[in-house]
């Protein structure tokens, strides 16, 4: 196994510690859909934004008192959407190696952070690759593509 695959599995671990921290009553799945309108209009998103938007998902949980008592960072949300939605966390584990890789033209040179999580990425680059690896895309993508 590379160091970059070692590395990711160590932050889908850190990341499911966060998930233990969460209040263990049944999570109530999140099923608003993005603002497609502004997301139009955007070029770039962390990794974790992307992925949930190939999903249809709205990566501006409205929820987040229900569980922390406050606002949720990237992480909070990441393991929410894992523990509500199992395609996500494969989405976001396939994306994200091929990120580290860099075998993949839809990460900026300038990665803002070390956890590939929160890489900034080209939304219309990614589109092209998640519809190359064969994940389905929300029409609104087709639309703004």
């Not at 992307?50 to 992480?75: E, I, R, T």
């Not at 966390?89 to 860099?102: E, I, T």
Request: charged share 20%.
């Amino acid at each position: 196994m590379s160091g970059i695959a070692i590395l990711i599995l160590i932050v889908l671990r850190n990341i499911a510690d966060i998930g233990q921290a969460m209040n263990e009553s049944p999570i109530e799945k999140h099923t608003n859909k993005p603002d497609w309108s502004i997301f139009a209009n955007v070029p770039k998103v962390p990794l974790w934004t992307a992925v949930c938007l190939s999903m249809d998902l709205d990566p501006n949980l409205d929820k987040p008192q229900k569980y922390f008592g406050h606002d949720w960072c990237d992480l909070q949300k990441i393991e929410y959407y894992r523990r509500t939605n199992p395609e996500y966390l494969h989405r976001l584990g396939l994306a994200s190696m091929v990120a580290a890789d860099c075998a993949c033209d839809f990460v900026l040179l300038h990665r803002e952070s070390t956890d590939v999580f929160l890489w900034p990425v080209l939304l219309s680059r990614f589109w092209i690759w998640a519809a190359a690896v064969g994940r389905e895309l929300p029409e609104e993508v087709h639309n703004i593509a």
